[in-house]
C-alpha cells in the first residue's frame, strides 16, 4: 500500500511479475481519465475476476458452453496517480483468491507467460534457433538439433578450405553420411539433401556445426520464408523495385505498416515517448501533404503525378465541315462543268462554263417561278 510507481506501465509490470511468481495470471480492469484524456486511475485483476454473462446461460443454445474460467475472484491492485507528486500510489489490494493457484514450477505452462523452455544440450544453437525460426520451423528446427546431440562425427578430409565430416546414429555405424562443411562460403552440404527438399538444417548438418564449435546457425542455412522478420525483409528487398508500380505500392504499404506495428507498441507506453513521437509522426504528414500538393518543387524527380494521357477514341474521324469538295466531271474529270456540258463530247457545241453556285440560282429561280404559275391557275 506505501508502494510507488513512475506511471501506469510500471504498475502494471509490477503486478504481473507478481502474479506470475504467485501462479496466477493477470488482466486489465477498471479506468479512469481527467478530461484531457490522460489516465489518472487504472485496476489490474485476476485473469478468473467476474463471471459469466447472464444472457449467455441459455439451456436452449445449440453448442455447448465453454469450459467456466470465471470465479468471481476478488483479487486486484488499484492505483492511482497523485497530481502534487506525480506518482502512481497503491490506493487498494485485494491478496486472497477464490480458486487455486498454479505452482511456481508450473507457471511457464500458462498461456499468458508460456515460452520456450531449451531443453538440448546444445542451448546455443537452440536459442539462436529460438529468436530466428517463427514458433511452428523453431519445434521442428529443435528436432534435429535434438538429433545431432545423438550422432557420430567424424573430420575425414579436410581441402585447404573445405572439410568433409562422416556421420552416422549412435548405434547406427553401417550408414554414413558425408557433409560438406565450406569454411569460405559458409555453407554446409549434406548428401541427404535434407536442407534442399524441407529449407532447415537436418541432424548431420548440426552434428558438423558441434564438432566445429559453432555456436550460431549459418546465415545461409536459414531461408527467410521460415523467419519471424520474414515479412519486412521480404518487401524492404523489393520496395525499390520498380519494374511492377501496384507490387511496390503493396510493399511499401507493408512495411510502414509493420513498422508502424512496432512502434505503436513501443511508444504507447509512455507519456513522454507518445508526445514526442506522435509530434514528428504529425509533422511527417504534413510535411508529406505539401509535397504532394506540389509534386514539381519536391525532391521528387519526375515521379509525380500527372493527368492522364488522352487516348483517341474508336472509329474514323470526324470530317472537317468547312471543306467542301467540288464536283468533277464524269468524262474528262475537269472541276469547271458537268459532263452534260463537257466540250470534249464528239459533237456537242460547248458551253459557257457553269459553276455551282450559278447551277444552284438558276435552279432556285426556275422553281419559284414555277410555283407562281401553279398558284395563279
Known amino acids: 500500500m506505501q508502494l510507488q510507481f513512475t506511471d501506469e506501465e510500471a504498475v502494471y509490470r509490477f503486478y504481473k511479475t507478481y502474479a506470475m511468481m504467485h501462479g496466477f495470471a493477470v488482466r486489465l480492469d477498471e479506468v479512469r481519465r481527467n478530461s484531457d484524456g490522460c489516465v489518472i486511475m487504472r485496476q489490474i485483476v485476476c485473469n478468473r475476476a467476474g463471471s459469466r454473462k447472464e444472457e449467455v446461460e441459455k439451456d436452449e443454445r445449440i453448442r455447448d458452453h465453454r469450459p467456466l474460467t470465471r470465479s468471481c475472484c476478488r483479487a486486484r491492485i488499484r492505483a492511482r496517480l497523485d497530481r502534487k507528486i506525480h506518482k502512481w500510489k497503491v490506493v487498494s489490494f485485494y491478496e486472497e483468491h477464490s480458486h487455486g493457484l498454479v505452482d511456481p514450477l508450473d507457471v511457464s505452462m500458462m498461456p499468458e507467460y508460456r515460452t520456450f523452455i531449451l531443453v538440448t544440450s546444445l542451448s546455443t544453437l537452440e536459442d539462436f534457433a529460438a529468436k530466428t525460426f517463427t514458433r511452428n520451423m523453431f519445434r521442428e528446427v529443435r528436432k534435429e538439433i535434438e538429433g545431432a546431440c545423438a550422432m557420430n562425427t567424424e573430420l575425414v578430409i579436410q581441402d585447404g578450405g573445405k572439410l568433409y565430416f562422416k556421420c552416422n546414429s549412435f548405434g547406427v555405424l553401417e550408414i554414413d553420411h558425408v557433409v560438406e562443411f565450406d569454411i569460405v562460403g559458409g555453407m554446409l552440404r549434406c548428401e541427404c539433401l535434407w536442407f534442399e527438399n524441407r529449407g532447415i538444417p537436418y541432424m548431420h548438418i548440426f552434428a558438423c556445426l558441434k564438432h566445429q564449435h559453432v555456436e550460431v546457425i549459418l546465415e545461409r542455412l536459414v531461408c527467410k520464408h521460415w523467419t519471424k522478420n520474414v515479412k519486412s525483409d521480404f518487401m524492404k528487398s523489393n520496395v525499390d523495385d520498380p519494374s511492377d508500380s501496384d507490387k511496390v505500392l503493396k510493399c511499401r504499404l507493408g512495411v510502414l505498416g509493420a513498422e508502424c506495428s512496432r512502434l ?114
Open 264 to 377: 505503436m507498441d513501443v511508444e504507447s507506453k509512455n507519456s513522454s515517448d507518445f508526445v514526442e513521437v506522435m509530434n514528428d509522426v504529425v509533422n511527417t504528414i504534413t510535411r508529406l501533404q505539401k509535397q504532394g500538393e506540389n509534386p514539381r518543387n519536391g525532391n521528387l524527380d519526375d515521379d509525380y503525378v500527372v493527368d492522364p494521357l488522352v487516348v483517341k477514341s474508336k472509329g474514323a474521324p470526324k470530317k472537317n465541315s468547312k471543306f467542301k469538295q467540288r464536283r468533277r466531271c464524269s468524262n474528262c474529270g475537269v472541276t469547271a462543268h458537268y459532263n452534260k456540258c463537257c466540250p470534249n463530247v464528239l459533237g456537242r457545241i460547248p458551253k459557257e462554263p457553269v459553276d455551282d453556285d450559278t447551277e444552284k440560282i438558276s435552279a432556285a429561280i426556275l422553281t419559284s417561278s414555277l410555283s407562281a404559275k401553279d398558284m395563279t391557275v
